[in-house]
T-cell receptor, first 112, second 112 residues
Framework: DGGITQSPKYLFRKEGQNVTLSCEQN?????MYWYRQDPGQGLRLIYY???????QKGDIAEGYSVSREKKESFPLTVTSAQKNPTAFYLC???????????FGQGTRLTVV | GESVGLHLPTLSVQEGDNSIINCAYS??????FIWYKQESGKGPQFIID?????DKRQGQRVTVLLNKTVKHLSLQIAATQPGDSAVYFC???????????FGSGTQLTVLP
């Protein structure tokens, strides 16, 4: 089946450790996005990428890093510089120029 | 600054009744508005979108209305079913990368 897959679904890390969240899509979409969602709030854009080997910061990029070495993959690293990393992270992809973004099922990161 | 927001955080309706979820926006330059449905612990699902040159668009059991004069967007769900219980987000499109700015969401609960 075509879709966008995030892994793992739940992730626990100790404070001060970097952690990488996986996002893979087989929809042949050019654009990919990472959002953060906190309880009772909307989604906020962390990073986005329109094409391989290129990405731009979103509204809350501080403390995060990404790479786009392959069209299918857009991993997000939550670094120790991110002050409040505990959140629900959502990855999405879309065709270039499309308004319809397809979302993964999310990764819930808890930092203890 | 520009923002997308929702009038009501929660909405309860009887099964079979119609639901209306409202959204206010302030960025008059936005050219697309999208409604997403998010079930608990899952990623958002696209429901319907509307271009700024339209004032109404219908889908299966859903209708989106856009009032550009008062910068208001609404989602109408006909004959609401238990499976419609979820958080509904409106989002506005901004920028050439088709980034989305999301509101904080409305929790729709369908009562038996």
């Amino acid at each position: 089946d075509g879709g966008i897959t995030q892994s793992p679904k739940y992730l626990f890390r100790k404070e001060g450790q970097n952690v990488t969240l996986s996002c893979e899509q087989n929809l042949n979409h050019d654009a990919m996005y990472w959002y953060r969602q906190d309880p009772g709030q909307g989604l906020r854009l962390i990073y986005y990428s329109q094409i391989v080997n290129d990405f731009q910061k979103g509204d809350i990029a501080e403390g995060y890093s990404v790479s786009r070495e392959k069209k299918e993959s857009f991993p997000l690293t939550v670094t120790s510089a991110q002050k409040n990393p505990t959140a629900f992270y959502l990855c999405a992809s879309s065709l270039q120029g499309s308004t319809e973004a397809f979302f993964g099922q999310g990764t819930r990161l808890t930092v203890v | 600054g520009e923002s997308v927001g929702l009038h009501l955080p929660t909405l309860s309706v009887q099964e079979g009744d119609n639901s209306i979820i409202n959204c206010a926006y302030s960025n008059s330059a936005s050219d697309y508005f999208i409604w997403y449905k998010q079930e608990s612990g899952k990623g958002p699902q696209f429901i319907i979108d509307i271009r700024s040159n339209m004032d109404k668009r219908q889908g299966q059991r859903v209708t989106v209305l856009l009032n550009k004069t008062v910068k208001h967007l609404s989602l109408q769900i006909a004959a609401t079913q238990p499976g419609d219980s979820a958080v509904y987000f409106c989002a506005e499109n901004r920028g050439s990368a088709r980034q989305l700015t999301f509101g904080s969401g409305t929790q729709l609960t369908v009562l038996p």
